[in-house]
């Protein structure tokens, strides 16, 4: 796995360059956009880390004319900038993640290693929370590698709380996971398949916390 | 310093009173003594005609009677006086003893008028040479006629009534006309004038040319310029100041993760506290430095019409304790949202409410101990209000004016912080005309924050005007 790092601040770069060689990918460095355009059109990158602020050519102008080529490797945009239309307009340009510095290096490794799966194809299709694992093609979810025995609306409510783990989900987004079935299901239905749910995943470790007015939150105990 | 003005050469209105009416005023009272004196002679000249055509009667009588029977069957009316004189001036006859005739008027060839004073009263005098042909054949005689002057006077009065008054309602008429129109005319600048104090401190908008008159348009136009340099001014302020945060945010970055990188390597014991150290110094920094550029970004603004847009204050709420809700987790704390179940919109600027927000949370989730609870509430009553309630220590009431202050921090808290965010809060707070008020928690216990917003369109924003 080759990847390049844009980046022109010295000390930034290095402890890229250093990581990701840790982490066993072939990491090459550019320091300034025009170098940057270059190298990703010639040469063979799976991933390239790229900052926004670069001398030469801008951050967003290299993404501009690297999809306009119609080079579809990932890209994750590295920026100072936080504000939400900065962010909007790196994505739309085709970014496929984005990460304001200062960052932690363990959560970009796990970016990385998400694009880079999802590149391959298969990635993504099976979720893990502890040892609770959820099939997402084969619509199967297993607690200590015993399946589960759960509903379809159970499993619904189980992905999107497993999609988004860590995260509060609230109680009209497993409603919207559950639209499907074109009936009405009222957030008292909810609460009654967070309450099975919690009592099957209970022995593998797995809680559903709730926080009041917010929703859910998958986790591991 | 410039020496003060009086207020009465500031005032254009008393500047124009002043330059108009005093000229005007002069000019009355010139031909108020005019209309006085050609109202005297006007009116004098028929009872002076009058008086001469008695003398020459009574000179022709004389010449038929003589003197004595002239002045005997001549009746007399009260005020009407006649003295007969050779042309020496010596007095042949008189029913009153009327003053001398001068010697120039003896010698007059035609007859002379005077002013005179006789028995107290104020008189005319005509003085008539005639020459007699039975009386004293060949001679000449001089006879004075002479009238008491109250119906002259009272003539001469009523003439110059007729010349005062008009005139008198002319110049208040012209007064009235005159303030009116100038009240008419200063209309447009007291617009102008109301507009620009109902205007926000921060507002750097250009005034509009358009309302003011044509003579006062200089004036905005070069205050327009004014205004344009002073935004420029602020523009270049605030850019420096972002700038700056987001150029010290990479180094942070490279600090960080050097520090971050080091403790993965095999290091002699002891030294992965310090460089946990350092990690935790390079994040705070850079927590201090997002701070920074949030405040930045906060501070009063010229563009603010143009960036505030309707908004969800209820959905926005939501998010953010959603976000929250992992970091309160992890730290024992439980919190939640009491929402009003409907939407709340205001205009705003929403990245600026989800840093209120976001710090209001931060600060009550870092000082609530582990297994307190934190509640984020929405409401709406005279406008839509965002509260943070803790059961924490609270803020001891001497502190609470201060908290607001840019780095204070509350002493013996022991968190680590950077001073900012309920700076934040309150600079958030202001450009979106809200209050912001600090109390306890329900039952006196913890802290309470409550930012209170104006009702929708009433804060001169982009309403539903």
Same mark, same amino acid.
């Given at each position: 796995?080759?990847?390049?790092?844009?980046?022109?601040?010295?000390?930034?770069?290095?402890?890229?360059?250093?990581?990701?060689?840790?982490?066993?990918?072939?990491?090459?460095?550019?320091?300034? &956009?025009?170098?940057?355009?270059?190298?990703?059109?010639? &040469?063979?990158?799976?991933?390239?880390?790229?900052?926004?602020?670069?001398?030469?050519?801008?951050?967003?102008?290299?993404?501009?004319?690297?999809?306009?080529?119609?080079?579809?490797?990932?890209?994750?945009?590295?920026?100072?900038?936080?504000?939400?239309?900065?962010?909007?307009?790196?994505?739309?340009?085709?970014?496929?993640?984005?990460?304001?510095?200062? /960052?932690?290096?363990?959560?970009?490794?796990?970016?990385?290693?998400?694009?880079?799966?999802?590149?391959? &194809?298969?990635?993504?299709?099976?979720?893990?929370?502890?040892?609770? #694992? /959820?099939? #997402?093609?084969?619509?199967?979810?297993?607690?200590?590698?015993?399946?589960?025995?759960?509903?379809?609306?159970?499993?619904?409510?189980?992905?999107?709380?497993? /999609?988004?783990?860590?995260?509060?989900? #609230?109680?009209?987004?497993?409603?919207? #996971?559950?639209?499907?079935?074109?009936?009405?299901?009222?957030?008292?239905?909810?609460?009654?398949?967070?309450?099975?749910?919690?009592?099957?995943?209970?022995?593998? &470790?797995?809680?559903?916390?709730?926080?009041?007015?917010?929703?859910?939150?998958?986790?591991?105990? | 310093?410039?020496?003060?003005?009086?207020?009465?050469?500031?005032?254009?209105?008393?500047?124009? %009173?002043?330059?108009?009416?005093?000229?005007?005023?002069?000019?009355?009272?010139?031909?108020?003594?005019?209309?006085? =004196?050609?109202?005297?002679?006007?009116?004098?000249?028929?009872?002076?005609?009058?008086?001469?055509?008695?003398?020459?009667?009574?000179?022709?009588?004389?010449?038929? $009677?003589?003197?004595?029977?002239?002045?005997?069957?001549?009746?007399?009316?009260?005020?009407?006086?006649?003295?007969?004189?050779? *042309?020496?001036?010596?007095?042949?006859?008189?029913?009153?003893?009327?003053?001398?005739?001068?010697?120039?008027?003896?010698?007059?060839?035609?007859?002379?008028?005077?002013?005179?004073?006789?028995?107290?009263?104020?008189?005319?005098?005509?003085?008539?040479?005639?020459?007699?042909?039975?009386?004293?054949?060949?001679?000449?005689?001089?006879?004075?006629?002479?009238?008491?002057?109250?119906?002259?006077?009272?003539?001469?009065?009523?003439?110059?009534?007729?010349?005062?008054?008009?005139?008198?309602?002319?110049?208040?008429?012209?007064?009235?006309?005159?303030?009116?129109?100038?009240?008419?005319?200063?209309?447009?600048? @007291?617009?102008?004038?109301?507009?620009?104090?109902?205007?926000?401190?921060?507002?750097?908008?250009?005034?509009?040319?358009?309302?003011?008159?044509? @003579? =006062?348009?200089?004036?905005?136009?070069?205050?327009?310029?004014?205004?344009?340099?002073?935004?420029?001014?602020?523009?270049?302020?605030?850019?420096? =100041?972002?700038?700056?945060?987001?150029?010290?945010? $990479?180094?942070?970055?490279?600090?960080?993760?050097?520090?971050?990188?080091?403790?993965?390597?095999?290091?002699?014991?002891?030294?992965?506290?310090?460089?946990?150290?350092?990690?935790?110094?390079?994040?705070?920094?850079?927590?201090? %430095?997002?701070?920074?550029?949030?405040?930045?970004?906060? @501070?009063?603004?010229?563009?603010?019409?143009?960036?505030?847009?309707?908004?969800?204050?209820?959905?926005?709420?939501?998010?953010?304790?959603?976000?929250?809700?992992?970091?309160?987790?992890?730290?024992?704390?439980?919190?939640?949202?009491?929402? *009003?179940?409907?939407?709340?919109?205001?205009?705003?600027?929403?990245?600026?409410?989800?840093?209120?927000?976001?710090?209001?949370?931060?600060?009550?989730?870092?000082? *609530?101990?582990?297994?307190?609870?934190?509640?984020?509430?929405?409401?709406?009553?005279?406008?839509?209000?965002?509260?943070?309630?803790?059961?924490?220590?609270?803020?001891?009431?001497?502190?609470?004016?201060?908290?607001?202050?840019?780095?204070?921090?509350?002493?013996?808290?022991?968190?680590?912080?950077?001073?900012?965010?309920?700076?934040?809060?309150? @600079?958030?707070?202001?450009?979106?005309?809200?209050?912001?008020?600090?109390?306890?928690?329900?039952?006196?216990?913890?802290?309470?924050?409550?930012?209170?917003?104006?009702?929708?369109?009433?804060?001169?924003?982009?309403?539903?005007?």
């Amino acid at each position: 796995m080759r990847i390049l790092i844009v980046e022109d601040d010295g000390l930034l770069a290095d402890s890229l360059i250093r990581a990701m060689a840790a982490a066993g990918y072939a990491a090459d460095l550019a320091g300034d &956009g025009e170098l940057a355009l270059k190298m990703l059109l010639d &040469g063979c990158y799976d991933l390239a880390i790229l900052d926004l602020n670069l001398p030469r050519l801008d951050g967003l102008a290299v993404l501009k004319q690297l999809r306009a080529a119609r080079r579809a490797l990932p890209v994750i945009i590295l920026t100072a900038r936080d504000m939400v239309e900065d962010r909007v307009k790196g994505l739309d340009l085709g970014a496929d993640d984005y990460l304001t510095k200062p /960052f932690s290096l363990a959560e970009l490794e796990a970016r990385v290693r998400a694009l880079l799966r999802r590149g391959q &194809g298969g990635g993504g299709a099976c979720i893990e929370c502890g040892d609770l #694992s /959820f099939d #997402s093609a084969g619509r199967r979810a297993s607690l200590c590698d015993e399946t589960l025995d759960l509903s379809a609306r159970e499993l619904a409510v189980l992905e999107t709380l497993l /999609f988004r783990q860590g995260k509060v989900v #609230s109680k009209e987004q497993l409603i919207d #996971s559950l639209c499907a079935w074109d009936e009405e299901v009222s957030p008292n239905a909810i609460e009654v398949y967070i309450h099975r749910l919690r009592k099957k995943l209970e022995p593998g &470790g797995v809680v559903i916390r709730t926080l009041r007015g917010l929703g859910y939150l998958m986790d591991k105990a | 310093m410039p020496a003060p003005i009086e207020d009465d050469i500031l005032s254009l209105k008393h500047q124009l %009173v002043n330059w108009l009416f005093t000229p005007i005023f002069l000019l009355l009272l010139f031909t108020m003594a005019v209309g006085y =004196v050609a109202a005297i002679k006007l009116s004098g000249q028929p009872y002076d005609l009058a008086l001469l055509e008695r003398a020459r009667l009574l000179a022709s009588q004389l010449d038929r $009677t003589g003197p004595d029977v002239a002045l005997l069957a001549w009746p007399e009316p009260e005020g009407l006086w006649f003295s007969l004189s050779d *042309t020496q001036g010596k007095r042949l006859a008189a029913n009153a003893d009327l003053p001398q005739p001068r010697p120039d008027d003896l010698a007059a060839a035609t007859p002379r008028f005077r002013d005179a004073f006789f028995l107290g009263r104020k008189i005319r005098l005509v003085t008539y040479r005639f020459s007699t042909s039975r009386y004293q054949p060949g001679g000449e005689l001089v006879v004075q006629a002479a009238e008491a002057v109250e119906d002259r006077v009272k003539l001469s009065r009523s003439i110059l009534s007729y010349i005062v008054v008009p005139q008198f309602l002319f110049i208040l008429i012209a007064g009235l006309a005159v303030w009116l129109g100038l009240k008419r005319g200063f209309e447009p600048v @007291e617009r102008l004038r109301r507009t620009v104090a109902r205007r926000r401190g921060d507002d750097l908008s250009p005034l509009d040319e358009e309302m003011a008159p044509s @003579e =006062v348009r200089p004036l905005i136009r070069e205050m327009n310029r004014h205004i344009a340099r002073s935004r420029g001014l602020m523009e270049q302020h605030q850019r420096f =100041v972002a700038n700056a945060a987001h150029q010290l945010r $990479t180094p942070f970055a490279g600090l960080k993760a050097q520090a971050e990188l080091a403790r993965r390597a095999p290091v002699p014991a002891g030294t992965d506290a310090l460089l946990e150290g350092i990690c935790e110094g390079a994040v705070r920094c850079s927590h201090l %430095v997002n701070q920074l550029l949030t405040l930045a970004r906060n @501070e009063p603004a010229p563009r603010d019409r143009e960036i505030f847009k309707p908004l969800d204050l209820e959905r926005l709420a939501q998010e953010a304790a959603r976000d929250w809700g992992p970091e309160a987790l992890r730290r024992g704390i439980d919190l939640g949202f009491e929402g *009003t179940g409907t939407s709340l919109t205001l205009p705003g600027d929403e990245q600026a409410l989800r840093d209120l927000i976001d710090n209001l949370l931060d600060n009550a989730i870092h000082y *609530t101990p582990a297994g307190g609870w934190v509640t984020l509430r929405t409401g709406n009553g005279d406008g839509a209000w965002l509260g943070v309630e803790d059961n924490g220590p609270g803020i001891p009431e001497s502190e609470r004016e201060r908290v607001f202050d840019r780095f204070y921090r509350v002493a013996g808290s022991g968190q680590p912080g950077s001073g900012l965010g309920l700076a934040i809060v309150l @600079e958030v707070a202001r450009r979106h005309g809200a209050g912001v008020e600090l109390g306890t928690g329900p039952g006196g216990i913890g802290a309470s924050f409550r930012v209170h917003f104006l009702p929708y369109g009433a804060n001169g924003l982009p309403g539903k005007e």
